[in-house]
């Protein structure tokens, strides 16, 4: 049903900036939110930003400040813009989307992933 493609990842420098892409196909309708994670070398993949069918958005505390997810409908696209990158920003990300599933259990849908580096 649901198909999620990340794209916009690459190599930068420290400081610099990057804009992620998260394109979604399928039911919208089965979907209630969505939302980047990250996984780095060595490290458990962790949660980044999530924003909601309403437009509500969260952060994560290491990204607060430099990170922004947003979305455009008319696009299927979701977006994250990454500023004041810092090496320890390196990791692979992830997009994903959760939505209602039978009896109140939560579906989740993930992409590939993309690689996004951070070094000088």
């Known amino acids: 049903q649901v198909q999620l493609e990340e794209s916009g990842g690459g190599l930068v420098q420290p400081g610099g900036s990057l804009r992620l892409s998260c394109a979604f196909s399928?039911?919208?309708?089965?979907?209630?939110?969505m939302g980047w994670y990250r996984q780095a070398p060595g490290k458990e993949r962790e949660w980044v930003a999530i924003?909601?069918?309403?437009?509500?958005?969260t952060y994560a505390d290491p990204i607060k400040g430099r990170f922004t997810i947003s979305r455009d409908n008319a696009k299927n696209t979701v977006y994250l813009q990454m500023n004041s990158l810092k090496p320890e920003d390196t990791a692979v990300y992830y997009c994903?989307?959760?939505?209602?599933?039978?009896?109140?259990?939560?579906?989740?849908?993930w992409g590939q992933g993309t690689q996004v580096t951070v070094s000088s």
């Open positions: 994903n989307a959760f939505g209602p599933g039978a009896r109140g259990v939560t579906n989740d849908y």
């Open positions: 399928g039911n919208r309708f089965s979907i209630t939110g």
């Open positions: 924003i909601t069918s309403g437009g509500g958005t």
